[in-house]
């Protein structure tokens, strides 16, 4: 549904920290996204978070939740980000992970608008791997004009 180069004109994230490679689909009437992060041995966290046994970090995990969510939101709400906007990462509630994630894995993350109020966006979200739970979240972002 979005691949790469649509993702680059919507994210204002670049590498090392973007952290979704493709969209495969978008329900814009049920609210949902299911995106794909492929975890390759080549990410920079990986040479120190474990040399010997890389795992991908949970902070990153659940970031990259979040910037499928923004493609979300801007398909839903029918906007784009101004050169003077972000949209932030504000909050998490009830993190947990099930399962490390490792070079090799294709993470498929899952989002849903749960809530939007007052222009913050409250969605659920799940990372899997093999259809095995990574990790579930709430995510909390907000877009807002920076000076």
């Known amino acids: 549904m979005m691949d790469i180069y649509h993702i680059l004109d919507k994210l204002p994230h ?3 920290f973007l952290l979704v490679d493709r969209v495969l689909d978008i329900d814009v009437s049920a609210r949902t996204i299911r995106a794909v992060k492929n975890v390759t041995v080549n990410e920079p966290f990986f040479t120190g978070h474990f040399p010997r046994r890389p795992v991908m970090p949970g902070v990153l995990i ?3 939740m979040a910037q499928a969510c923004a ?9 784009a980000l101004q050169d003077n906007q972000v949209f ?8 947990r992970f099930k399962r490390p994630v ?3 894995d294709q993470l498929i993350l899952h ?3 749960e ?25 909390m972002c907000t ?3 920076v000076s």
């Open 14 to 16: 670049r590498y090392p």
């Open 62 to 64: 659940i970031e990259a």
């Open 71 to 79: 493609l979300l939101t801007f398909e839903v709400e029918q906007v």
């Open 88 to 95: 932030y990462f504000v909050g998490v509630d009830g993190a």
């Open 102 to 104: 490792a070079p090799g």
């Open 111 to 113: 989002g849903e608008i």
């Open 115 to 139: 809530r939007a109020r007052a222009l913050v966006y409250r969605f659920k979200c799940r990372a899997m791997v093999d259809d095995e739970l990574a990790c579930e979240a709430i995510v």
């Open 143 to 145: 877009m807002r004009e």
